[in-house]
């Protein structure tokens, strides 16, 4: 069965400083691959997907995600962080009958 | 902003008692799903629907029933709340265009006492 790994569930970062967040996951074939973003008591809003082709994918707010196929992972990136995303952030990746399954998120606290 | 409402907000019941909540869409699209959030867990899925009347269920079905009469609506129901369906519950959509892409309401935190 798919499955998704966020091996860190909080990391701190200092504001201006780069960031990566690690997700790996579980499937057979080339997976459809996503990043959400949650900010405190809102839904979710997609970050970027990755689906075929390049294997870095540019997202909004200046988020990036490269899709590893040796390594199963789907890392996401930014290169300087704003006090603004602080948030919380699920990978995900596709399931059979159009569903989508996901990790078990990382908090993401900037620091001043 | 994906046209995704889902009522009520937030509800406190108590155990033993039946809950309906609802989601709300304006965008015609043909998917639905509910969703759980608990801490450590991330989202899990309850139940979705891929049309009107055709609904099937996720990974943590038990206890929930769900029911689509209407492309637009999308009910989901404890049937008997217990403590442990504490949790915030949101709904999401997508279209046939991309099935994947899932847009997320804003969500209901459910307290059961």
């Known amino acids: 069965a798919q499955s998704v790994t966020q091996p860190d569930i909080h990391i701190t970062v200092s504001e201006g400083a780069s960031l990566e967040l690690r997700c790996n996951y579980s499937y057979g074939a080339t997976p459809y691959l996503f990043w959400y973003v949650q900010s405190p008591g809102q839904g979710l809003q997609l970050l970027l997907k990755?689906?075929?082709?390049?294997?870095l994918v540019q997202g909004i707010k200046g988020f990036e995600a490269e899709f590893k196929r040796s390594q199963s992972s789907f890392n996401l990136r930014k290169p300087s962080v704003h006090w603004s995303d602080a948030a919380e952030y699920f990978c995900a990746v596709e399931s059979y009958g159009n569903k989508l399954v996901f990790g078990a998120g990382t908090i993401l606290r900037v620091k001043s | 902003d994906a046209g995704i409402t889902q009522s009520p907000r937030h509800k406190v019941t108590e155990t033993g008692t039946p809950v309906t909540l609802r989601c709300h869409q304006t965008?015609?699209?043909?998917?639905m799903y509910w969703y759980r959030q608990d801490p450590g867990h991330g989202l899990r899925l309850i139940h979705y629907?891929?049309?009107?009347?055709?609904?099937d269920k996720g990974e943590v079905s038990d206890g929930y029933s769900v029911s689509r009469s209407k492309t637009e609506d999308f009910l989901l129901t404890l049937e008997s709340a217990t403590s442990s369906q504490t949790s915030v519950y949101f709904c999401?959509?997508?279209?046939?265009?991309?099935?994947?892409?899932?847009?997320f309401g804003p969500g209901t935190r459910l307290t059961v006492t």
């Open positions: 629907s891929y049309g009107v009347k055709d609904t």
């Open positions: 990755y689906f075929s082709g390049d294997t």
């Open positions: 999401a959509i997508s279209g046939e265009r991309d099935i994947y892409e899932q847009y």
């Open positions: 965008e015609n699209h043909r998917y």
